[in-house]
């Protein structure tokens, strides 16, 4: 029984996660952060065309747990004491995945 229990919370789970209301609250902070495209070059300005090319097929890694997030961009930031601190970019598409996440 509790399988069948731990199974039914993680349908429950990714069906909030990938809820439409939920999607666009991510869609809207991503959007408004803007921020730097990460390894796919790809810009926030972009994101609502791929997300309609491609929604069908992410979804269904979510939901398979199969969907593997992109490499992440490293950029180097200049500090005030003269060194340098490593930042990490991820990808526009990962990031809106992060935000539904959370």
Excluded: C
Aim: proline residues 3%; charged residues 25%; positive net charge.
């Amino acid at each position: 029984m509790r399988g069948a229990l731990a199974l039914e919370r993680k349908i429950s789970l990714i069906e909030a996660i990938l809820s439409r209301e939920n999607l666009l609250t991510a869609l809207k902070r991503v959007e408004s952060n803007k921020g730097s495209h990460g390894v796919d070059k790809m810009s926030v300005q972009n994101l609502r065309h791929q997300i309609y090319d491609y929604w069908h097929i992410i979804q269904d890694e979510l939901r398979k747990g199969t969907y593997n997030p992109n490499l992440v961009r490293r950029v180097e930031i200049p500090k005030s004491d003269g060194g340098k601190r490593l930042l990490g970019i991820p990808t526009v598409m990962d990031r809106f995945i992060q935000q539904a996440i959370a």
